[in-house]
C-alpha cells in the first residue's frame, strides 16, 4: 500500500517539475467564474502577480503563502507551486481544488474562483 502522504508530495514534485519544464515563454488564459473577467498568466508568475498585473483585484497579505488571504479554487487547469507546498493550505483543501494563488504558477489555461476571505473564516 502506497502512504498517501508519500503519493501527495509526489504528486506536488511532480508538478513542479513539469511548472520548471513550461516556464519558457507560456502565457495562460486565467478566467475568473462566475464574472467572466480573463487575464493573461505567464508561466514565470504566480498568479496573483499576473491578476495585479492586469488590475484584477485578488485579496491578499502575506504573499507568501502564510496566511491563506489569496485562497481561491481551480475549477479547470492545472497548477504548480515552484516553491514546494504553501503552510497555509491542507492537504485536504489542495484536493478539493482550492490553491493559494500568491504561490501558485499556472501550468495551463485556468478557470478560477476568487473566495472571500472572510468566508473561509465562517
Ligand atoms: S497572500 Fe498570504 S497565503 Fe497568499
Sequence with gaps: ??????????????????????ISE??????IVPTG???ACPADQSILTAAHSADILISYSCRG???????GKVHQGEIA?????????SEAQT???????????????????LIDPMRLGS
Design 65 to 71: 503563502g502564510q496566511c491563506g488571504a489569496c485562497m
Design 26 to 31: 507560456s502565457i495562460y488564459q486565467v478566467t
Design 81 to 89: 507551486y515552484p516553491n514546494g507546498q504553501p503552510d497555509a493550505i
Design 1 to 22: 500500500m502506497i502512504n498517501g502522504n508519500l503519493l501527495f508530495a509526489g504528486l506536488i514534485a511532480s508538478a513542479a517539475c513539469r511548472w520548471a519544464e513550461s
Design 95 to 113: 484536493q478539493q481544488g482550492y490553491a493559494l494563488f500568491c504561490s501558485a504558477f499556472a501550468l495551463s489555461d485556468l478557470s478560477i474562483e
Design 37 to 39: 473577467e480573463q487575464f
